[in-house]
């Protein structure tokens, strides 16, 4: 019977010496660039029946669409990660017993 594989089983995808699995957001965008790009160049092409400009506008999509999501998602990452630090602050003043505006 097969299992479901776990951590130790992840075979990491390194690039330029770093997991991407590991970055927060690059899954994600990379998808909906992949889909997003995909489905403009398809329909593009059903529009106009271009074959060069189609994929030439679907790579454009994917470049466009990824580098969006990928702003986006950071900057929304940032944001959490930048509150989640103060609240953990906030915790530890508490914890210690010192006054926090």
Known sequence: ????S???DHKPLMFLGKD??????FRNSFLY??????????GYFLCTSRTL???????GSFVTIS???WIACRY???NTEERLN???GIIKAKKSGTDVK
Do not use: Q, W
């Open 67 to 69: 580098s969006v999501y």
């Open 20 to 25: 991407v699995s590991k970055i927060p957001c």
């Open 33 to 42: 660039g992949i889909v997003g790009g995909f489905t403009m160049g398809i």
């Open 86 to 88: 103060e609240l953990k």
């Open 6 to 8: 776990s951590d130790e």
């Open 1 to 4: 019977m097969a299992s479901i």
């Open 53 to 59: 400009r189609s994929t030439h506008f679907g790579f």
């Open 76 to 78: 929304n990452y940032d």
